[in-house]
């Protein structure tokens, strides 16, 4: 009978333990979600636990903690969805470099650079360019931009730079990168 008292007062520790644990780790959220002071329920059920005698104690818990703890679980849901609703969204975007080829070494190059940066679209930023020799006295346009994802893509590009067909011979994607 002795040992089953000292288990039983073994397991008890390790239930307050638990709950102390448990305890800490919710305020620790609380305190990360920037969230204002809820009491926990399972907070109050720690201190009702602790001034209760050890024969009263219900070990299963009863229903209204748990329909109190399922309110406050909602309450919370209710509040991050609140709060993440206000974020702005990220907008994906991506930097592309590209390799853009003249028919011959005839071919004007500055021209051909204002073509190319007169294609214009939605969530399309065009950036640095400069000619790369290839060879035989052939020059490439190298010309980076910045898109949004969504919005343009490669493909467009491609189709309305090789539209200027008396200057370009073909574009090639030399670099992607997601930003």
Known sequence: MKSLELENQGL???VEDLRAALFKLENRVRVLERSPAVPCAKAVAVQSVKEEDDDEMDLFGSDEEDEEAERLKEERIAAYAAKKSKKPTL???SSILLDVKPWDDE???SKLEECVRSVVADGLLWGQSKLVPVGYGIKKLQIGCVVEDDKVGTDLLEEEITKFEDY???VDVAAF???
């Open 168 to 170: 370009v011979q073909s």
């Open 177 to 179: 990168n997601k930003i």
């Open 91 to 93: 907008i994906a975007k």
């Open 12 to 14: 008890h520790k390790v």
């Open 107 to 109: 071919t004007d190059m």
